[in-house]
């Protein structure tokens, strides 16, 4: 039950709420349903991006700035109309349109496209506030206008604010640049005031790692004061899938592992984003010399890639080694019109057939401040985890604990022997089964509740 001080009527911003299979959704919308459950009264501000949620107040909005304005409308008209000859036609001509005002923004200002939601979210927000409808503004990102419009709202009115920061907003570049230095890009300058302003006003904020919090404390040292209860750790977790295979309790013997079939082919699986930093092509180029010692293996190999096209590395890799046949690419995984699936139960169907789910970290610095969300609904899934991670305590030592296969990124070694070991296990089909421990999202809105508003 609540205790006396609770804030029950939250104000949540959140640019990308209810966008079906985006991660910085995910994280806020799998919360709800506890946070209705704890007799809080939301109200969500978000872009037009996402669908409209009937269950509560939900006020979407169109952001400002052009290039905001070209990113929503562009998934506005997908949610409305599909991906066929409407958006086809009607996309490119807005943004043809916006090209111009889209230059003079970025050459004016030269921050990131979703910044001018702020706005919007702030009028309305004031409004609401001042006619005492709120007790508590909740910023959720994601895209960071969500906290800027938080940070307007506490300076102007002094309502109870709470921040929920999904990646680091300052960038460090190597192990001893702690993120102090004035970076040359404006994005970049102001993520770094952004941050230094939630550690200063926010009443709660919280981080996703171990490590994007100790970095946050050397920055902003007030968060180290004994009164201060800002500054804390939240891991996400995920919910579990609704399809049939993955429904198991935590602790409870693994569900998928008694019930999976092996084909004949012998499929790993990437789902989410790709980048030059984060590339499938850490794999590839070890492929070649693996296919010398196996060559059986170069017919069976598939390497299934959903939700994104590949980075550049990753179609470099595939050219020059000609593996088109082994790279597969799915694109993103949808609502099914005829089955009513949606996609995230979709993918969640993918991710239980394939006999390992690849779990990529990225090899840039900032690995250390961060956890692929992805990691979270791979827990559920039961299948075996390849991860390839870079610098980062915290996430090895959750695969470490659930058994799953690790490489080091900027080691090609334990890569090459990683790839041997799961080749083999496949053959005698016995791939090591992940231990079933999955995290769900009911202990992280359960530990934002007890610091946020006092609930036991």
């Known amino acids: 039950m609540p205790s006396s001080t609770t804030k029950r009527r939250w104000l949540i911003l959140s ?147 709470i921040a929920e920061i999904h990646d680091p907003l300052v960038i460090r570049s190597n192990p001893d640049d702690l993120g102090f230095a004035r970076p040359k ?62 429904k198991g309790e935590a602790n409870q013997p693994n569900p998928s592992a008694a019930t999976h079939v ?55 890799a595939i050219r020059q080694y000609g593996f088109e046949d082994v790279v597969i690419e799915h694109g993103r995984i949808e609502k099914d019109s005829v089955t009513g699936q949606s996609g995230r139960e979709r993918i969640a169907e993918r991710m239980q057939a394939a006999d390992v789910l690849l779990l990529l970290h990225g090899d840039d610095e900032w690995c250390s401040e961060y956890i692929p969300s992805k990691m979270y609904e791979y827990f559920w899934m039961g299948r075996p985890i390849w991860a390839i991670t870079h610098r980062n305590p915290q996430m090895n030592l959750l695969l470490e604990e659930r058994h799953a296969y690790i490489s080091a990124a900027d080691d090609q070694s334990s890569i090459d022997q990683t790839l041997e070991r799961l080749w083999l296990d496949w053959q005698q089909q016995n791939l090591a089964p992940l231990a079933w421990q999955p995290i769900g999202v009911d202990q992280a809105a359960k530990r934002i509740l007890q610091l946020a508003v006092g609930f036991q």
């Not at 269950?55 to 052009?66: K, M, T, V, Y």
């Not at 702020?118 to 309305?124: G, K, L, T, V």
């Not at 409004?127 to 909740?138: C, H, S």
């Open 262 to 316: 092996y084909g004949k082919h012998f499929t790993i699986s990437h789902f989410g984003s790709l980048a030059n930093n984060r590339s499938i092509s850490t794999v590839l180029h070890a492929l070649p010399s693996f296919f010398n010692r196996y060559p059986q293996a170069r017919g069976v190999l598939r390497i299934d890639v959903y939700g994104a096209k590949v980075d550049t590395l990753t179609a470099e």
């Open 15 to 161: 640019h990308a709420f209810n966008m079906d299979g985006r991660a910085a959704s995910q994280t806020i919308t799998d919360k709800i349903p506890y946070f209705l459950d704890a007799a809080i009264e939301p109200t969500v501000l978000s872009s037009i991006t996402g669908i409209e949620d009937k269950r509560f107040a939900h006020r979407q909005f169109l952001a400002w700035g052009p290039a905001a304005f070209r990113f929503d409308f562009r998934h506005w008209i997908a949610n409305q109309y599909g991906r066929g000859w409407i958006y086809k036609v009607v996309t490119p001509l807005v943004s043809i349109v916006l090209a111009p005002f889209i230059a003079i923004e970025k050459g004016l200002l030269g921050y990131s496209s979703q910044w001018s939601w702020a706005m919007p979210a702030f009028m309305y927000g004031r409004k609401r506030i001042r006619a005492q409808q709120v007790d508590l503004v909740y910023s959720t990102g994601g895209a960071w206008s969500a906290h800027l419009a938080g940070l307007w709202l506490k300076k102007a009115t002094g309502v109870y604010w």
């Open 185 to 246: 890009n404006r994005d970049a300058r102001l993520r770094q005031w952004l941050e230094a302003q939630i550690c200063k006003h926010a009443d709660l904020a919280w981080w996703f790692t171990d490590g994007a919090v100790h970095y946050a404390k050397l920055r902003n040292p007030n968060l180290n004061e004994p009164s201060n209860a800002n500054g804390v750790m939240v891991i996400p977790g995920a919910e579990p899938p609704t399809t049939a295979i993955g």
